[in-house]
């Protein structure tokens, strides 16, 4: 069984930070953290990401995605690239249409306000 050691850990991505896990043998994020201390009480600990699975050494497909901020769900596929970033495929339908964010991993250290586990 191939795990998923390169993702797991803590990542950073538009304003907040996930901690990407294994679930149930797929890859699951977490909120631990947000920009907005204002978001914090209804979004810490809430799981956005969630059923990827390896479909490669480096590549996850088959994944859900909620966006924070207006609920919507999306579908997700994600590779680990060499540079150490993970990049994520965020979309609608079929993968030609989405848009690719970069995640980025990020010290907890260097994070105020972090969410409660």
């Not at 896990?21 to 979004?43: E, H, Y």
């Not at 999306?74 to 964010?101: M, N, Q």
Request: aromatic letters at 10%; one cysteine or more; proline letters at 4%.
């Amino acid at each position: 069984m191939w795990r998923h050691h390169r993702v797991d850990g803590a990542w950073s991505i538009r304003g907040l930070a996930l901690h990407i896990f294994d679930c149930q043998r797929l890859v699951c994020g977490q909120i631990i953290w947000l920009n907005d201390p204002a978001q914090r009480p209804s979004q810490c600990g809430r799981t956005i990401i969630w059923g990827l699975e390896a479909t490669g050494s480096n590549e996850w497909s088959g994944g859900w995605i909620v966006d924070p901020n207006d609920d919507k769900t999306y579908r997700l596929s994600a590779v680990y690239e060499p540079d150490g970033t993970l990049h994520a495929r965020i979309f609608k339908g079929i993968p030609l249409f989405g848009k690719t964010e970069v995640l980025t991993r990020v010290d907890l250290r260097s994070l105020t306000g972090l969410c409660r586990r």
